[in-house]
């Protein structure tokens, strides 16, 4: 029996990583001083690149944001409000970072969830779940001429597999659905916190010379 509505509950989820991705990648359209349609464009393809990219690898059509163009109109208003609140916030790339890590956690969860639903593969439905969360982020750097946040030394893709992972894990040792997301979710934001504030990363390769 689940403790909340899991219907709501992926939802919910669902609307905040939107709203919170849609934020930083206004936030970065800030950085850039574009104007309020700039803004705009950057907070909705961050907002929703991941999801479309995962929708459209899996056959989904049309994908989710057309059949509920709410999921735009929170990446419009995430925009605007940000627009004009820009010159309050005190530093813009620290705000950009915690918003990211929050969508970054909220979606691994939710696009894993979406793609193991459909009936594809544990492997398959984590990396789904990794790419709904990393591709949004990725496409705002490239609009915005910024260094790939893949290319960061913190961990950032490791925090979206553990997520995706506990996710599938606390699932199949029958816990509620619902503790399953909200497991993985806090699991993923937490490592990527720890990686912010204590720069925790995975050992990289350095070319030999």
Known sequence: ????????????????????????????????????????????VTGLGGGTLRDLLLGRSPVYWVEEPVYVGICLIAAVITYFLVPVIASRRKALIWMDAIGLSLFCVTGTKIAYDLGVSP???????VMTASFGGII?????????VLSQRELYVTTTVVGAMTYLCLQWMVFPESVALLGGFVLALGLRSAAI?????????RESK
């Open 123 to 129: 492997l398959i439905a984590v990396c789904m779940g």
């Open 197 to 205: 504030l204590f720069g925790l990363s995975m050992p990289s390769y």
């Open 1 to 44: 029996m689940e403790f909340l509505d899991l219907t709501q509950l992926v939802s919910w989820l669902g609307l905040c990583g939107i709203a919170v991705f849609a934020v930083s990648g206004a936030l970065d359209a800030a950085r850039k001083e574009m104007d309020i349609l700039g803004f705009m464009l950057i907070a909705t």
């Open 140 to 148: 705002r750097d490239v609009l915005c001429g910024e260094s790939l």
